[in-house]
């Protein structure tokens, strides 16, 4: 048992129960292994600096395309205090929509050609409709069960992620679409000592841009003002004069339009779209959402960073020295064993507050 303080210098006893002893052995554990395996990892000598550079740049442009779409989870939760589980699908249709624009401009030869315009189209196109998938989820979905108990909108959030799986099955089929190549972005550049694949350093100059635009309005302008307000009480807002529906509207928008741009950044790493792209993306931005501090922005964008930097250079760091066959294929692993701990221990995130305890 262990002795905490109380109200009036008293002390109050609190027993060290088994559950608190098995969360304690396991947070040991999993530090014992993230030591032992890092250590044996690097004595091995079984990776080039060349190679950990590579990992840690793919990490964070991996992080920048979680840190975009986690911006939505955290926007809308703290303006609603809901998780929109269907924000993964969101991101989905606005990259899977922009596939059947970008494959002809490529036949015809304009993607190469004209470069910038086709990629302002394609980012046009992808934003605009995840953006008007994000408003209509919002409209039919979320807007009737607004002051709901909070497990009916979170069913519902669920229910509608698969709704727009399977829409967009119907639309656009079943198969994986394989993204055309852009011969100008193959390669890579060569900046100082690093060299960095210029995929790479488009996405992720182009989310450091976007987070620092989507941060701009948030904190700077008068609808990010609002939004902050209705953030902090929703019917204080109102008597001040604020639109609570319309921030409500321009939050799912701003959330949306991020994702749909995080879309084309997934095309053009990956290079491959489907109907069920949006769920492992959408989870790992959820996670990256937690990790930061769900409903604080700076959080979500720092969570995102990490968690890709973390699911990129893990599974070499962290599990090849432990003689595991195949270790990046546990990189979800190493990702939700992260938000397990953050949940038990700290729940609040890196950048969250901790809120205190009610009394009865």
Known sequence: MSRLPGAGGRCVVRRFSFVDAFLWAFRAAVIAVV????????????????????????G???????????????????????????????????????????APLAAAGFLNRYLLPSLLLLLLVSMATSTGVALL??????????????????????????????????FYGSGVQAYPDIDVLRGEWQVGGLHILRTQAIVLGAAAVMMLVLYAIVMRTKTG????????DRDAATLMGIDVDRIIVFTFALGGAMAGAAGILYALVFKQVQFFMGFVPGIKAFTAAVLGGIGNIPGAMLGGLFLGVVESVGPALFLDGLGIPAPYQLRDVIAFTMLLIMLIFRPQGFLGERLAAKRA
């Open 35 to 58: 030591l032992v395996g890092s250590v044996a990892t690097l004595i091995a000598g079984r990776y080039t600096g060349r190679q950990w550079t590579d990992f840690i740049e793919f």
């Open 60 to 102: 964070l442009a991996q992080g920048g395309i979680y840190a975009m779409i986690a911006l939505g989870y955290t926007m809308v939760y703290g303006v609603l205090n809901m998780i929109n589980f269907a924000h993964g699908e969101v991101f989905m249709s606005g990259a899977y929509t922009a596939y059947f624009v970008a």
């Open 137 to 170: 989820v919002e409209r039919i979905a979320y807007r009737p069960l607004r002051r709901a108990p909070r497990l009916i909108p979170l069913i519902t959030a669920i229910g509608a992620s698969f709704f727009l799986q399977y829409t967009f099955r119907g």
């Open 225 to 232: 003002k609002a939004m902050r307000a209705v953030a902090e």
